[in-house]
């Protein structure tokens, strides 16, 4: 059975104005996707800005009051508060921020932040706490003498890890790991995904990885969901989304992507161009009079893509 | 490639820490050209921006100690008064900022904005800068100009504000663009648009052009020549072909090697140990680098580490590379 099952999720943001502020319309953030997320697996959702992919994050969580659709966890609904409060949901699903520094609170020292959830979900003993707290900075790579100290005296790649540290603190089932290496160099962002990868090995935790990146997104899930104006554009395993992508939206992401290999990169360009004028030409038949991603079809057992219903074919 | 643009000799920038002084830029020496795309890479806290804001004269020079030669169109930067700055800046070299949304006046609409660099270097007529503003408009790929004038930032996109930016840095067609970060808040297809907009004005403008960045990707399919700075120095300078083909300093090789690959999917990434020193702990004397590649012995380093020139126009400080192997035996 798969950990958490998203069975068309819809989160409307209402437009008020005029006189009485009455709602005119609404902001579709997330318009009707389904997804799962099977237990010790990575899920991918790329999307570009205004996607909605962070929206579903936090519906997941229950940051976000969702409008229709239901989220099950281990066959529970869980889309209220008082049905969270009741499974301890809160204790195994956490969450990994973008933004490390503005995620850590800069007055407490690193052991009261790692020891926080702790305290907030386990009755642990003074010594019991230290030492898991000790366990916990272990696993991410610190040492014994950053229990003390504040987030400013950390660089962003330890701060990410901290922050690691303290999503697996409670030893969670799903992290949300929201654009976790978005803000860092090339080599940090190396080092924090290696730690997310051992933690996953090592726990058996599930994540649901968040990016606009389609690199480390390929590096790090299993299988995927590309995000466009609210809804799925498509959605498979990894060798589905990158070898074989079938919708127009997919195909420009990854033409866009701008690869190391000098030698090719006339070729990448005018590929690109080509890519980006069939996207302008087609991309009517893609989207519906409203601009809406159109229903998904299955093309194989894993893999769904939008397509028009014309174009259907097995692969 | 074109006439020399930009010359830059033993460049020092130092920031006063209370009663010292620190390098951020060390002894940095390099050129660009016209019609030529210089990028420079590195992780943050590698003195890139710092680098930048040394050549358009964006210090604060109460705090900070600027020597060695940047000689830009037969002029003297180092030491150039802030008027003779006032003068350059906008007309001469121009700057693209990574935050369009920072960059931009919150209460001015977009033609004003423009319109600024106009008023403060040219004495052409209203008509004529109206005139130019939609043009400059048109030219960075925004659809209806007249509309786009009259708006505010905050009615427009992010890839929008940057082609707005982008106006602004070309207005007075500048000889010289630095870009620094110009695409890392954007959307990857919004970035392939931006980088080709840079090279389509590049080509019209003949400028050269100044990309700081920390995206090899970017690096590998806009730049023309490519500078790589670590702890404040140039360790590696080449053309694009050059640094991405045959790499030769430790560094170079450890960032390409960290770059998640499509053949390796799922397996360990490639980290590199530790951390950029900050400013205040910067080794003086040794390789910078040694700390990070410790199973490489001392013996392989230079003491005082100096350019060298193994194959023509392709630099690389310190000894180290000649033996530079990684901790699994591999050499690239």
């Known amino acids: 059975m798969s950990l958490v099952e998203i069975k068309d999720l819809q989160v409307h943001y209402p437009i008020r104005s005029g006189f009485f502020n009455r709602i005119h319309d609404y902001v579709y953030a997330v318009d009707g996707v389904s997804f799962e997320i099977e237990p010790g697996q990575t899920y991918g959702l790329i999307g570009e800005t205004g996607s909605g992919k962070t929206t579903i994050g936090r519906s997941i969580i229950g940051l976000e009051k969702i409008t229709s659709g239901k989220i099950l966890f281990d066959g529970h609904d869980v889309s209220t508060k008082k049905e969270r409060k009741a499974i301890d949901y809160n204790r195994d699903v956490q969450m990994i921020f973008q933004d490390s520094l503005s995620s850590l609170n800069p007055k407490k020292r690193i052991y009261d932040i790692i020891a926080e959830p702790l305290r907030n979900f386990e009755k642990l003993s003074d010594t019991e706490e230290k030492h898991r707290v000790r366990e916990l900075l272990d696993t991410v790579g610190l040492g014994e003498d950053d229990l003390f100290k504040y987030p400013f005296e950390f660089s962003g790649g330890q701060r990410q890890r901290i922050g690691v540290a303290r999503a697996i603190s409670t030893n969670p089932k799903l992290v949300i790991a929201d654009e976790p290496v978005s803000a860092l160099d090339l080599s940090v962002q190396a080092q924090v995904l290696n730690y997310m990868q051992e933690i996953q090995s090592q726990f058996n935790i599930s994540y649901l990885f968040i990016s606009h990146d389609l690199g480390v997104v390929r590096h790090m899930c299993d299988s995927m969901a590309i995000m466009h104006r609210g809804r799925f554009v498509e959605l498979g395993t990894r060798d589905d989304i990158y070898n074989h992508p079938q919708h127009i939206y997919t195909k420009r992401l990854l033409a866009a992507i701008p690869d190391v290999n000098v030698d090719q990169r006339d070729a990448q360009r005018k590929h690109r161009k080509e890519v980006e004028k069939i996207f302008d030409t087609e991309q009517s038949r893609y989207y519906d009079k409203n601009g809406r991603v159109l229903p998904l079809q299955k093309v194989s057992e894993t893999h769904s893509v939008a397509l028009p219903e014309d174009q259907v074919k097995g692969e | ?332």
């Open chain 2, 1 to 332: 490639m074109g006439e020399e643009l930009l010359t830059i000799n033993h460049l020092h920038t130092a920031f006063k820490r209370g009663t010292e002084y620190f390098d951020a830029v060390d002894d940095v020496s390099l050129k660009i050209h016209k019609d030529e795309i210089l990028a420079i890479v590195g992780e943050s806290g590698c003195g890139k921006t710092t680098l930048a804001k040394s050549i358009i004269g964006l210090h604060d020079l109460k705090r900070t100690k600027i020597t060695g030669n940047i000689k830009f169109q037969d002029q003297e930067l180092v030491g150039a008064s802030p008027e003779k700055f006032d003068q350059l800046r906008g007309s001469d070299m121009g700057m693209i900022f990574q935050d369009p949304l920072a960059a931009l006046n919150p209460l001015m609409r977009v033609e004003d904005q423009v319109r600024e660099v106009l008023d403060y270097h040219t004495d052409y007529s209203a008509t004529k800068k109206h005139k130019i503003v939609l043009k400059l408009l048109d030219q960075v790929g925004l659809e209806n100009p007249e509309r786009v004038a009259r708006q505010f930032p905050h009615e427009l996109s992010g890839g929008m504000r940057q082609r707005i930016i982008i106006a602004i840095a070309i207005a007075c067609k500048p000889e010289l663009i630095i870009a620094d970060e110009p695409t890392t808040a954007l959307d990857v297809t919004i970035q392939a648009q931006i980088l080709d907009l840079l090279r389509s004005i590049q080509a019209q403008n003949h400028a050269g052009i100044i990309l700081i960045t920390h995206d090899l990707g970017v690096v590998a399919d806009t730049a023309d020549e490519v500078v790589v700075m670590y702890a404040g120095q140039v360790v590696e300078r080449g053309t694009v072909f050059q640094i991405f083909n045959h790499p030769l300093h430790p560094y170079t090789r450890s960032l390409l090697k960290s770059i998640p690959q499509a053949e390796h999917e799922g397996d360990r990434l490639y980290a590199i140990e530790g951390a950029v020193p900050s400013l205040a702990k910067m080794p003086h004397d040794g390789c910078r680098f040694a700390p990070r590649i410790p199973w490489i012995p001392e013996s392989a380093h230079e003491k005082t580490p100096t350019m060298h020139e193994p194959e023509e126009g392709h630099y690389v400080l310190c000894t180290c590379y000649q033996t530079f192997k990684f901790e699994n035996g591999e050499a690239v």
